[in-house]
């Protein structure tokens, strides 16, 4: 599985365009929200894509990344770094699964492939980015490093209305619907009649 041979023909064109997804200078940014967030003790990747892969290929790195984003009781309790291919596939998938359950909706997640075999860095990049997002919009202290660096996701903006503003509400006819006001028949004609026209010298 992790030893595919080279891509050709359609396959190769499809992971090419996979490839030109992936963001540079996004890279850069998340390799230092990474390290803000976990502390040097995570090192620093090399720099391009198969650097950035690389480093958090293990799943030791994103586990600390989300352990870090939890006061209290981290998701993943056991972070033993493994040469095996299974347990670091194993290692990755305890992160996707953290991920989700902090708020990662699942359409930006990506699959264990994606980073382990280098199928889809910009996947990797895009879950990275919704879970700065959400750190930042939580903002219960766990974040470290710049607030600019992600965004704020929208927040919920609940409106209780009393029973009598809602009552109220239905004598209101909103203007979409149209209305009638100003409306006449003058100048109609009655149905089945010929049009009059007038011509003016």
Not at 23 to 35: A, S, Y
Not at 128 to 137: E, I, R, S, W, Y
Request: charged share 20%; with cysteine; aromatic share 8%.
């Amino acid at each position: 599985m992790a030893n595919s041979g080279p891509s050709f023909g359609l396959s190769r064109e499809v992971q090419n365009k996979i490839d030109k997804k992936y963001d540079p200078e996004l890279e850069e940014r998340l390799v230092q929200w990474i390290i803000a967030q976990c502390g040097a003790g995570v090192g620093r990747p090399e720099p391009a894509k198969i650097g950035f892969q690389n480093w958090l290929k293990n799943g030791i790195v994103l586990s600390e990344l989300i352990n870090s984003l939890y006061a209290t009781n981290p998701p993943i309790k056991s972070l033993k770094s493994s040469g095996m291919v299974f347990k670091q596939m194993e290692q990755i998938s305890l992160f996707l699964k953290a991920a989700e359950n902090y708020g990662v909706t699942k359409t930006d997640i990506f699959q264990t492939v994606d980073l382990f075999e280098g199928k889809d860095m910009a996947a990797v990049q895009r879950t990275l980015m919704a879970l700065g997002n959400l750190a930042v919009t939580k903002n219960n202290g766990c974040y470290k490093g710049e607030p600019n660096w992600f965004h704020r996701k929208a927040q919920e903006n609940r409106r209780d209305f009393s029973e009598e503003q809602l009552t109220e509400g239905k004598n209101v006819i909103g203007l979409q619907m149209g209305t009638n006001r100003g409306a006449s028949q003058a100048g109609m004609t009655g149905y089945g009649q010929a049009r009059q026209i007038i011509n003016n010298p």
